[in-house]
């Protein structure tokens, strides 16, 4: 296949591909025309509740524990190791 042969071939491939894409952003406009909003968002309802705690938080803050290790992560490159140390051992902790 010579090269002008090959570049016929692709414009014909982007122009069949422009030619879907406006069809196929008309279709997306349609359908969000047609929607009925108010019905389609009381899907959505009660998705705001998963982000809550489920349960109830624990009584102390962190903000010290979180401080510390703050603080190890200033101490140069090991510090991320460190980091993921501390996390496991909290985690353990916490149970």
Do not use: C, N
Not at 47 to 66: G, V
């Amino acid at each position: 296949m010579t090269d002008e042969e090959l570049y016929a071939r692709m414009k014909g491939y982007v122009m069949g591909w422009q030619g879907t894409g406006e069809y196929i952003e008309a279709e997306r406009r349609e359908r969000v025309r047609e929607t009925e909003t108010p019905a389609r968002l009381h899907a959505f309802d009660g998705l705001a509740l998963f982000s809550l705690p489920r349960f109830s938080p624990p009584p102390t803050s962190d903000l010290i524990e979180r401080q510390r290790l703050s603080a190890k992560l200033r101490t140069g490159a090991r510090g991320m190791i460190v980091l993921v140390h501390a996390a496991a051992q909290l985690q353990q902790h916490r149970g």
